[in-house]
Nanobody
Framework: QVQLVESGGGLVQAGASLRLSCAASGRTGDVLYLGWFRQAPGKEREFVAVIRLSGGRSYYTDSVEGRFTISRDNANNTLYLQMNSLKPEDTALYYC????????????????????WGQGTQVTVSS
């Protein structure tokens, strides 16, 4: 089992920045990818970004490309999401997720590819 705990959410104005953190514990040696998803009220959970722990290659959804940066501290088993130039449409509950199997670009955006999930941290961006 892998436990994930997110932090860093909050209420900010449009244009501001936030950095989310996700602390991983448990069988972290089994984790191959760590990612961020988000879910706005009344909408499905959607992919935001993912990073492969070996090599550090990352992928983003188009709407955050250039504004968000995913990174990881392997030594401390911590995942980050630096969010800049925040927009009201970024408002959502942000979830950290871990995958322990190989993923492809066609599957890494699918929630079913991830075995472990955190409880989420709320990000609210006011206009």
């Amino acid at each position: 089992q892998v436990q994930l705990v997110e932090s860093g959410g909050g209420l900010v104005q449009a244009g501001a920045s936030l950095r989310l953190s996700c602390a991983a514990s448990g069988r972290t040696g089994d984790v191959l990818y760590l990612g961020w998803f988000r879910q706005a009220p009344g909408k499905e959970r959607e992919f935001v970004a993912v990073i492969r722990l070996s090599g550090g290659r990352s992928y983003y959804t188009d709407s955050v490309e250039g504004r968000f940066t995913i990174s990881r501290d392997n030594a401390n088993n911590t995942l980050y999401l630096q969010m800049n130039s925040l927009k009201p449409e970024d408002t959502a509950l942000y979830y950290c997720a871990a995958a322990n199997s190989i993923m492809f670009t066609t599957t890494m955006t699918n929630t079913r590819s991830y075995a472990y999930w955190g409880q989420g941290t709320q990000v609210t961006v006011s206009s």
